[in-house]
Structures are given as C-alpha cells and as structure tokens.
C-alpha cells in the first residue's frame, strides 16, 4: 500500500541532523527535510498517540503498547518478552534486518524551498557539556511551505491504522525542533482500513488549519 502525504508548517520548521565527525556536515549533506526525518516524527508521534488516546484506543478493540523510547540504546532494554507495538511497525535498529521497519517514507522529487542554515554545537548527553569538534548543520524553513511524501506500508489494516493514526496525532504533537505542522493524506485506503483506519482517513483528507 502506498498513499502520499502532505505536510505543511504552521510554524518555523528546524529539520537537522548531528554527527560525531570532526568537521561541519554543511559541505557534505542537503537535508532538504529528508523522509528519514518525517519517519522518525511519526514514530514519537504513536508513542505519545498510544499514551495519552491509549483508553480510547482500547474501547475500539484496539490494546496497544509503547516502550516510549527512540533511542537505539534504550529500546532494547525496555522490551522484554516482546517488543511493542510502536517498534514492531517502525523497526528495532540493532536487529538489523530482523528487526527492520514495515514503513517507508520518501520524499517525492520536487523544487527545492528557500532554507536557511543553521550551524550548532553538539552537546554531551551525559555531561550536558558541549563536545570538541562536534558542529552540526540544521536548516530552518519558513512557515507555510508544503512538502509531500510518499509512504509505504503493508496492507494489513491494523499497521495502516497505526500509520494513520502517528499522522493524525503529528497535528497535535510536534516535528523538527518543536515545529508545528499540519498533515493531509490522499486515498489511503482503497478498501484495506478498518472502522478506526476510516474514521483516521476521513480527518486527514482535508487540512484541519486552512489559510
């Protein structure tokens, strides 16, 4: 199943990425709002759907769970006989192709946007002290741009119900460096959603912010 995606930015949008290399990454990587980045809001996005709609959810037929963690080092340790939902859709990185995501989101080809360039200093997660020679780039969007996606997923209809559904709640959460964005889908279902994947279609079809 492929369906595209639209997002727009309601606020400034900080796409970026850090690196452990001794040189700034400007030269040598275009962000550009990579589909890696809008995949990675989509998982926190049903994390944090799952915690606070998690009651809702149930009294659809629909008992999830959440390890609540994003962080390769983490994820692990907070499964234990099994992994949670949210990672067994989005993936499980340090078990390679084992544990290997059942989404992918590309960024359709278009016109580049007007970026600005942002250059930051890494910060040690422990220490909360900055790092030597750890510079990384960031580029900033202005409010209103569009970006469009395509994205895949298997046409079980309960994974497509949880896509659905880290899309909706992106309206409500945030991306990038907090930014606020609005999301819009296109013909997800074709027939292949259940009650819960219809009832998420019908709210993404439209822009819930219009101009």
């Known amino acids: 199943m492929i ?12 796409i970026g990425g850090s690196t452990d290399l001794g040189e700034v990454d ?7 709002f990579p589909g890696s980045s809008l995949k990675g809001a989509m998982r926190s996005s049903l994390h944090r759907a799952i915690l606070e709609w998690g009651e809702e959810l149930e009294k ?3 008992k999830l769970t959440s390890c609540g963690e994003i962080d390769p080092d983490f994820i692990e340790k907070a499964h234990q006989e099994r992994p949670c939902d949210v990672c067994s859709l989005f993936g499980r990185p340090s078990l390679g192709v084992e544990g290997r995501s059942k989404v992918t989101v590309i960024r ?29 780039s960031q580029e900033v969007f202005k409010p209103g741009e569009v970006f469009s996606f395509r994205v895949e997923v298997s046409d079980d ?3 497509l119900s949880l896509v659905l559904l880290s899309l909706l ?17 296109e013909n997800p279902c074709r027939g292949q959603c259940d009650e819960l994947g219809n009832k998420l279609a019908n709210r993404l079809e439209e822009w819930e912010v219009e101009e």
Do not use: C, H
């Open 26 to 32: 400007i030269p040598m990587n275009r962000f550009q």
């Open 3 to 14: 369906f595209r995606v639209w997002i727009k930015n309601l606020s400034s949008l900080t």
């Open 157 to 159: 209809p309960r994974e």
């Open 169 to 185: 709640y992106l309206r409500y959460w945030r991306l990038g460096r907090s930014g606020m964005v609005d999301v819009k889908v």
């Open 60 to 62: 659809m037929g629909y």
């Open 108 to 136: 359709d080809e278009e016109q580049e946007k007007k970026v600005y360039k942002l250059t930051r200093v890494g910060i040690d997660r422990k220490t909360r002290v900055k790092r030597n020679a750890a510079l990384f």
